[in-house]
């Protein structure tokens, strides 16, 4: 097997996924974290995921809370000379990752590769500078896995070396969002999903406006609206509800913390078309979760899962940041419900791409495109 080791700031059940993939490949992925889920801002359910231990036990380890940066750096340091892995990879192109990561490489003379999502967008004056502080910091770099198209532009740029730039984004457990768990239904109401943060980046302002319209259209079937997550832009929703209670009385709400990922998905069981009309998303992992659960998605370009799922017109409507826009794409899928089951099982399939096995099977492609050669384990 050629074993890997993988920095990364927080245990990340989707790289647990990747890594129990990648085992069957060949590829000994090596997992080490910095915090757990709930010590870094994450929910609750990132913690939780039904594999966790086993996972943990047999290719993560965490460090110990609370350590200084210089003791961090040192515990990867150390986890590295333990592992003996022939490739390194870091989850970012900077601090304590990048540095206990390169200063290993360095000394091995090991092939050493970035895996990491798009820089935040910023003005293009702060960009300029971003980019080139990025070419630097990414000298010494071998080769980039890209988890986004926009990603694999700037990092292949900084490297200097497209060839050596990769897209493979997450890789997802899709299992509990499967259609065939969806629960018997009581009405005969269309509902559409959103899932995060109620953030302006999110277009919240155009969502409510598009809902306001498609309430005068008078459709065939009833639409309800289900929201899951929280956040400022909430005030929009509950000012809608007051406005309109007719139509108050069809969106619902879903703003407490998930224990478990099986319950994330039960908001997804209930719908039939997703909407996330985002002006950025580094990656978007609700699309795929949506996709498997068997809904066509509504999305924006500006998110990157977006462009690497939907199809346009197949298993998705890619719309601009305006409420025109977003209401002819739910006006047309909400009038043809034929349509939109059509629409939902292709979906489901595309979902397929990012599964933890086909992510893994990128993973080996790159691997063996590049010819670094598998790398013999030495028993301890």
Same mark, same amino acid.
């Given at each position: 097997?050629?074993?890997?080791?993988?920095?990364?700031?927080?245990?990340?059940?989707?790289?647990?996924?990747?890594?129990?993939?990648?085992?069957?490949?060949?590829?000994?992925?090596?997992?080490?974290?910095?915090?757990?889920?709930?010590?870094?801002?994450?929910?609750?359910?990132?913690?939780?995921?039904?594999?966790?231990?086993?996972?943990?036990?047999?290719?993560?380890?965490?460090?110990?809370?609370?350590?200084?940066?210089?003791?961090?750096?040192?515990?990867?340091?150390?986890?590295?000379?333990?592992?003996?892995?022939?490739?390194?990879?870091?989850?970012?192109?900077?601090?304590?990752?990048?540095?206990?990561?390169?200063?290993?490489?360095?000394?091995?003379?090991?092939?050493?590769?970035?895996?990491?999502?798009?820089?935040?967008?910023?003005?293009?004056?702060?960009?300029?500078?971003?980019?080139?502080?990025?070419?630097?910091?990414?000298?010494?770099?071998?080769?980039?896995?890209?988890?986004?198209?926009?990603?694999?532009?700037?990092?292949?740029?900084?490297?200097?070396?497209?060839?050596?730039?990769?897209?493979?984004?997450?890789?997802?457990?899709?299992?509990?969002?499967?259609?065939?768990?969806?629960?018997?239904?009581?009405?005969?109401?269309? %509902?559409? +999903? =959103? @899932? #995060?943060?109620?953030? *302006? !980046?999110?277009?919240? $302002?155009?969502?409510?406006?598009?809902?306001?319209?498609?309430?005068?259209?008078?459709?065939?079937?009833?639409? %309800?609206? +289900? =929201? @899951? #997550?929280?956040?400022? *832009? !909430?005030?929009?929703? $509950?000012?809608?509800?007051?406005?309109?209670?007719?139509?108050?009385?069809?969106?619902?709400?879903?703003?407490?913390?998930?224990?478990?990922?099986?319950?994330?998905? *039960?908001?997804?069981?209930?719908?039939?078309?997703?909407?996330?009309?985002?002006?950025?998303?580094?990656?978007?992992?609700?699309?795929?979760?949506?996709?498997?659960?068997?809904?066509?998605?509504?999305?924006?370009?500006?998110?990157?899962?977006?462009?690497?799922?939907?199809?346009?017109?197949?298993?998705?409507?890619?719309?601009?940041?305006?409420?025109?826009?977003?209401?002819?794409?739910?006006?047309?899928?909400?009038?043809?419900?034929?349509?939109?089951?059509?629409?939902?099982?292709?979906?489901?399939?595309?979902?397929?791409?990012?599964?933890?096995?086909?992510?893994?099977?990128?993973?080996?492609?790159?691997?063996?495109?590049?010819?670094?050669?598998?790398?013999?384990?030495?028993?301890?």
């Amino acid at each position: 097997m050629t074993r890997i080791a993988f920095i990364n700031n927080t245990i990340s059940p989707f790289q647990c996924d990747v890594a129990r993939a990648a085992r069957r490949r060949g590829l000994d992925l090596q997992l080490l974290f910095k915090s757990r889920p709930s010590l870094n801002g994450r929910p609750k359910h990132w913690e939780n995921w039904r594999t966790v231990e086993e996972d943990m036990a047999q290719f993560g380890r965490v460090a110990a809370h609370g350590i200084s940066q210089d003791e961090m750096t040192a515990w990867f340091t150390a986890q590295l000379y333990d592992l003996r892995p022939a490739i390194v990879i870091a989850a970012s192109y900077k601090s304590w990752a990048r540095d206990a990561a390169m200063a290993y490489a360095k000394v091995h003379c090991l092939p050493l590769g970035l895996w990491a999502e798009q820089p935040q967008p910023a003005p293009w004056w702060k960009t300029v500078a971003k980019r080139a502080y990025i070419a630097r910091q990414m000298r010494g770099y071998d080769f980039c896995f890209a988890i986004g198209e926009r990603a694999a532009r700037i990092y292949g740029t900084a490297l200097g070396n497209h060839d050596r730039t990769f897209m493979i984004p997450y890789a997802q457990d899709l299992d509990a969002f499967d259609p065939a768990l969806r629960p018997a239904r009581k009405d005969d109401d269309l %509902r559409v +999903l =959103f @899932s #995060g943060g109620f953030h *302006e !980046r999110h277009n919240f $302002d155009q969502i409510v406006e598009a809902m306001r319209r498609i309430e005068t259209m008078g459709l065939p079937r009833k639409t %309800r609206y +289900l =929201f @899951s #997550g929280n956040g400022p *832009e !909430r005030k929009r929703l $509950d000012d809608l509800a007051r406005e309109n209670p007719s139509l108050g009385e069809r969106i619902e709400i879903y703003d407490q913390p998930f224990k478990t990922f099986e319950e994330r998905a *039960e908001h997804y069981l209930l719908a039939d078309l997703f909407l996330y009309p985002s002006r950025h998303a580094g990656w978007g992992l609700v699309v795929p979760e949506a996709m498997a659960a068997g809904m066509p998605i509504i999305s924006t370009t500006n998110v990157e899962a977006a462009r690497f799922y939907v199809e346009h017109g197949m298993n998705g409507v890619f719309v601009d940041q305006t409420a025109d826009s977003i209401t002819a794409a739910l006006a047309r899928l909400l009038s043809d419900p034929e349509l939109l089951r059509s629409m939902g099982e292709r979906a489901r399939t595309s979902a397929l791409r990012g599964s933890a096995d086909a992510i893994a099977e990128r993973m080996h492609i790159a691997f063996s495109y590049m010819g670094i050669a598998p790398h013999r384990l030495d028993p301890k």
